[in-house]
Each structure stands twice: as C-alpha cells, then as structure tokens.
C-alpha cells in the first residue's frame, strides 16, 4: 500500500504541475495583446507613437 500512495502522491504532483503550467501558458496568451494593455492603461498616445515607429513593424 506504501508504494501505491507514493505512486498516487507522484502523479497528483505531476497532475497539478501541468495545470499550473498549463494556467500560466493561457495567461501569457491572454495578457500579451496590444489591446490588452491599452484596455487598461492611458495609452493612446504612446501606443500611436510605438506604432509609427520601426520596432513596430519587425518581422
């Protein structure tokens, strides 16, 4: 029965792990939007700016 509940405490970490990284995975996607930020912050300005400039426009 030892061996069993190690094996069961093994793959429950290894479950949550995934999801952990799983979770920051979808929140990265989420958050890495250009309307993303601007939805939060005054951004009209600088984001025009940032736009017309040639960082913006890099392959």
Known sequence: MAKMKKIAVFVGIM???AAVLGGTQYAMKAT???EFCVSCHSMTHPQAEWEGSVHFFQP
Do not use: D, Q, V
């Open 32 to 34: 890495s939007s250009t």
């Open 15 to 17: 479950a949550l792990g």
